[in-house]
């Protein structure tokens, strides 16, 4: 029978791997992709169909070993692909049998949901009559399938992880944030992964999942290294360490260092064929009743945009109105239009751009308070000020504070005697994040990429992103 040989001292009947939910948890850089990357080299090596919903564009390094077709919008796609030709595609993949890398990674939130929704609902309604196996995993899930929020991607992600089993369907769901992810589909999961975590809710949510006592759960979790996690299945718990991946690792190399791509495997022609047959056609396999409830779907989109766009119409108006007398209110910011490129290098563009659509995906307040500091650098605010400048309670930013800028090393934060305080460090972070590039850069480049980078960050307000997402 074949194996899935995820590490030294873990193999698992590949039969116990099929029609099951997997889950893989824990905080930035604990593993969770690396293990989810094994997982799927396994299935390939076993001719085991899949689709990765790829989020980030980090699975096409598979291609380096198996045939895998990546299609949709990103850097490494074979084929660029709209929603219309997602049913095809789909049907393609789990009729042939051909594995299948869904590169989301360029588009915009609601064109990725609708994508990734009409892909697997023909998936899921084909599997019915195939019952072939098959699985699907899916990156950063808890964008897809949030706790508390009722979507029909949701349910369409939930149904397959539930009930998928009957009919062949797997699923591999992998989140850094385990307390954003649907509980149900957490707690029916059949095999659990679960790397480092260290925040008080993801450590309840892994209280729920593992039969210890809260402080033993926590000392076990806390002392995980980078690789290693809690493995969970029926009876079976245990601490275990992945192998890394053979194949290359596209989130392996911090995202600002220059990335080597390696030398990646062709699709078979007839299959490329076949892909750029249902481009051709685009939207002609939707039935008339499917074309008719899109239509539906869409009009109904477009009233709740208009009445968001009038609301923030309506916000804007206000805040443009004089300023009442706040004591709070910080000075009106410096003007900082976005400078030009200086003939900067592409990549460094690039890689700019990819740092700004990760910004983007960072809630409301986050986005204003970067926006914000990067303004009035080297000054620093107290989270009241801030508070009252994002427009949200200072509750919230003590709750929820901007861990991942801070990690990412675009702001600071100190506890000083007036409060705990955030200021921006954009040459710093320049300094470090882009330090590949500084001898090509020089002082001077140095010096317009943090003038550039202000003005784009400055333009990540709240207003600036809902725009474009309406846009
Ligand atoms: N089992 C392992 N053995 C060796 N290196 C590993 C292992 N797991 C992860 N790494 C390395 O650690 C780093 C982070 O891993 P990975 O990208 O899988 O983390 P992640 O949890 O998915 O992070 P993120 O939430 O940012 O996506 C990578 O450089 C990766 O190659
Ligand atoms: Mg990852």
Same mark, same amino acid.
Request: glycine fraction near 8%; charged fraction near 15%; proline fraction near 13%.
């Given at each position: 029978m074949h194996h899935l040989n995820l590490g030294p001292d873990l193999s698992l009947p590949l039969a116990e791997a099929s029609g099951q939910c997997v889950a893989i948890l824990g905080i930035r850089g604990s593993g969770k992709s690396n293990t989810a990357g094994v997982i799927f080299e396994e299935l390939l090596a076993a001719r085991y169909p899949l689709s990765i919903v790829d989020i980030d564009g980090e699975?096409? !390094?598979?291609k380096e070993k198996y045939e895998v077709l990546v299609v949709g919008? !990103?850097?490494?796609?074979d084929i660029e692909l709209d929603v219309d030709a997602a049913p095809g595609v789909a049907e393609l993949s789990l009729r042939e049998g051909v594995p299948v890398i *869904? +590169?989301?990674? +360029?588009? *915009?939130a609601e064109e990725r949901e609708l994508f990734v929704l009409e892909y697997l609902t023909r998936i899921w309604s084909l599997a019915g009559k195939l019952r072939k196996p098959y699985m699907i995993g899916i990156e950063e899930c808890h964008e897809f399938i949030p706790q508390g929020m009722r979507t029909d991607l949701k349910e369409v992600i939930a149904r397959i992880a539930l009930r998928g089993r009957k009919r062949g369907l797997g699923a591999v769901i992998i989140s850094q944030r385990s307390a954003k992810v649907e509980k149900d589909v957490l707690t029916q999961a059949g095999m659990l992964f679960l790397h480092r975590v260290v925040h008080e809710v993801d450590m309840r949510v892994y209280s729920e999942l593992l039969p210890w006592p809260k402080a033993e759960v926590k000392e076990q979790v806390t002392s995980l290294g980078v690789g290693e996690c809690i493995y969970l299945s029926g009876q079976s718990i245990r601490k275990v360490k992945i192998r890394p991946r053979h194949t290359f690792h596209g989130g392996f190399t911090p995202s600002f260092k220059p990335v080597e791509t390696p030398k990646l495997r062709q699709v078979r022609g007839e299959i490329l064929a076949a892909i750029h047959k249902f481009k051709e056609e685009k939207g002609a396999s939707l039935s008339e009743e499917e074309l008719q409830q899109r239509l539906e779907k869409l009009e109904a989109e477009l009233a709740l945009k208009q009445a968001r766009i009038r609301e923030l119409e309506r916000r804007l108006r206000e805040r443009q109105a004089p300023p009442t007398a706040n004591p709070a209110a910080p000075e009106p910011p410096p003007e900082h239009p976005v #400078? #030009?490129?200086? +003939? *900067? #290098?592409p990549e460094v563009l690039r890689k700019v751009e990819r740092l700004l659509k990760r910004l983007r995906r960072l809630p409301i307040h986050e986005r204003r308070l970067v926006a914000f500091l990067a303004a009035r650098e080297p000054r620093s605010y107290t989270t009241a000020e801030l508070a009252a400048w994002a427009d949200c309670a200072e509750a919230t930013l003590l709750a929820e504070p901007p861990t991942e800028l801070v990690e990412l090393g675009l702001l600071s934060c100190e506890r000083l005697a007036r409060g705990i305080t955030y200021r921006a460090q954009l040459k710093a972070f320049v300094n470090r994040a882009f330090s590949g590039f500084l001898p090509e850069l020089g002082p001077q480049g140095c010096h317009h990429l943090v003038g550039y980078l202000r003005g784009r960050l400055c333009q990540l307000s709240a207003l600036e992103h809902d725009f474009s997402r309406i846009a």
């Open positions: 699975y096409f !390094g598979l919008a !990103g850097e490494n796609v *869904l +590169d989301v990674s +360029d588009m *915009l #400078p #030009p490129t200086f +003939d *900067l #290098p």
